[in-house]
């Protein structure tokens, strides 16, 4: 049996002409948090809807619990434990039964439910949030796939969204974390993926990449810094003629 939950081996995906995906592998274990970042347009939100059996991929595999699989709907995912969470997650969950599982799913994260009978679309985004996770939980989740989770919440919800992300992982659920915010990531990451143009730059563990380096990663440090010697050389240049 592999250590990984999930492993994304070689996988590229194209539309027509144009590469949403080539040669991203990506690796998860049980009760680990890997942070998949990139800019918009680097290829996050097909990486996603290839998990989740939206998309097949074109090249490359899919392995799940040391299985090769192959995802023909998003229920195929669902069914061997994959949950994604988006960010236009449902808006309205208030049936009795459900009521009384959400309370108790939450309360055993540390959610405290003011009134299981509250609307979905009444609460927060950072309670909306919470409440997706669990119930991703109550479900039988095995790899929870979050998508820009804290993006447009508040320092406090943020926190308090993040908090319950790595209680999921403690339960001993894969977590991966898509995200633009290096400053949301870096403290829960245990690994981190970056993304470029729908290439991957590297899968580093926390210990070998440091907060600065992930943030120069994301910005494009290193085009940032040839186009700065590109400059300088034009600046001379000018000087001289």
Known sequence: MSEFLIQFNSISKFFGKVIALKD???????????????????GKSTLIKTLSGVHKPDEGEIIVEGKNTIFDS????????IATVYQDFFKTFDIDKANNIAAERMGQIGIDVRDPSQAVGTMSGG??????????????AKVLVLDEPTSALGVHQASVVLKYIVKAASQGLAVILITHN??????????????????????YPK????RE??????AG?????????????????????
């Open 127 to 140: 309670e909306r949030q919470c409440l997706a996770i669990s119930r991703a939980i109550y479900f039988g």
């Open 221 to 241: 440090g290193e085009e940032l810094d040839k186009l700065e010697v590109e400059l300088q050389e034009m600046d001379r240049f000018n000087k001289t003629n």
């Open 213 to 218: 380096k992930l943030l120069s990663m994301m």
């Open 24 to 42: 991203v592998t990506m690796k998860v274990k049980k009760g680990e948090i890997m942070c998949l970042l990139g800019d918009n347009g680097a």
């Open 182 to 203: 290096v400053h949301h990531a870096y403290p829960v990451g245990n690994g981190f993926t970056v993304l470029n143009r729908g290439k991957s730059l590297g899968t």
């Open 74 to 81: 998003p229920k195929d995912a669902l069914d061997m434990g």
């Open 207 to 210: 210990k070998d990449l440091s």
